[in-house]
């Protein structure tokens, strides 16, 4: 694959540097300045130079929303306060009696805002198991307005494959909405796949530093009216400093990957090879089910990877205790090492009945792998394993 669309005259790496951001059009300024400004004065009513107020719409905000429309290759991106608020716009176009077929395995707010905040509204989630299209396709009925994934897949890095599931969409009459988060568009683009929309979370790899929430929608115009007329109307924006801190970070998204990239699929061959470890999630293997289709539809296999210690629950925990480069936090996506558990942290909300079952329990244990120097992120690992025994 490459990075590129067709029509696209510059590169990823550069377009992730300019694109949007010419300099400033009142003092030249090269970087694009943070407009802290709730309002814009205009010259009569009506008369002003395209901006009002800034939670319809704000410059800086503007600028980080095109470079990220540029990225994905779509024609425009929104921006959100966070992941879930961007979630939460696409589910707005849904109606009481509609309803969206989404793969089991997924974050846990996702899960936790379908049931607990649009099921009693009225909108009914179906749930594969499976990560197959003919999963989907079997959950489709005619009510099925959306179909909602994830891949690679939060916490268990399945991959699913984008070209069939849009293809089952769209013969359902359904838009498919897949959440890029875990991926990041340097490393895939489902637009490009056949894909509507698409959802970030830009606290993670687009932001990069763990220093900002945020969230976007990106796809083709005639779909993000509504959802504009949503970001709007309900108001969830990202405010001009945090829409400066995301786009800041989205200028070396690329370099970034490049070393996510190497650095997870160099951590997770030797993790394979560790006799504490019953397996190792991570789509750059080649004992992975998904990793034929990852190489066809993604470009290198992303910085995370979860992990089945043999000694379940209680090794599990001493092992989330005894890393010092990984930090012990939710979230990922960032330059430095994260250690979670699903089971007690980001996935807590989904009932233990609903995730067990697939393998999200308290034996599992899942890695951002950061930027640092490998081999001291490969030491950490190592005496936290060698501590499993004492
Ligand atoms: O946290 P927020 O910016 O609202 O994004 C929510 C979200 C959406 N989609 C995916 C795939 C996510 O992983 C997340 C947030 N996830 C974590 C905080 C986590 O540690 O998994």
Known sequence: MSHDPPK??????TRAIHAGQDADPTTGATVVPIYATSTFTQEAPGSHKGYEYSRSGNPTRAALETCLASLEGAERALAFASGLAASTAVLSTLRPGDELVASADLYGGTYRLLERVFRPMGVVARYTEASDPASFEAL?????????IETPTNPLLQILDVREIARVAHEAGAVLAVDNTFASPYVQRPIGLGADLVVHSTTKYIGGHSDVVGGAVMGPRSLLEPIQFYQNAAGGVPGPFDAWLTLRGLKTLALRMERHNANALELATWLESRGEIE?????????????????????????????????????????????????????LGGVE??????????????????????????????????????????????????????
């Open 8 to 13: 696209e005259p510059h590169g990823f790496a």
């Open 140 to 148: 489709t009925t005619p009510k099925t307005k959306l179909v909602w």
């Open 279 to 331: 397996r190792v999630y991570y789509p750059g293997l080649a004992s992975h089910p998904g990793h034929a289709l990852a190489g066809r539809q993604m470009d290198g296999y992303g910085g995370m990877i979860s992990i089945r210690l043999r000694g379940g629950g209680p090794a599990a925990t001493r092992f989330l205790k005894a890393t010092r480069l990984f930090s012990l936090a939710e979230s």
């Open 337 to 390: 090492s994260l250690i979670s558990h699903p089971a007690t942290m980001t996935h807590a909300s989904i009932p233990v009945e609903v995730r067990a079952a697939r393998g999200v329990d308290d034996g599992l244990v899942r890695l951002s792998v950061g930027v640092e120097d490998v081999r001291d992120l490969r030491a950490d690992l190592a005496q936290a394993l060698e501590r499993l025994s004492e």
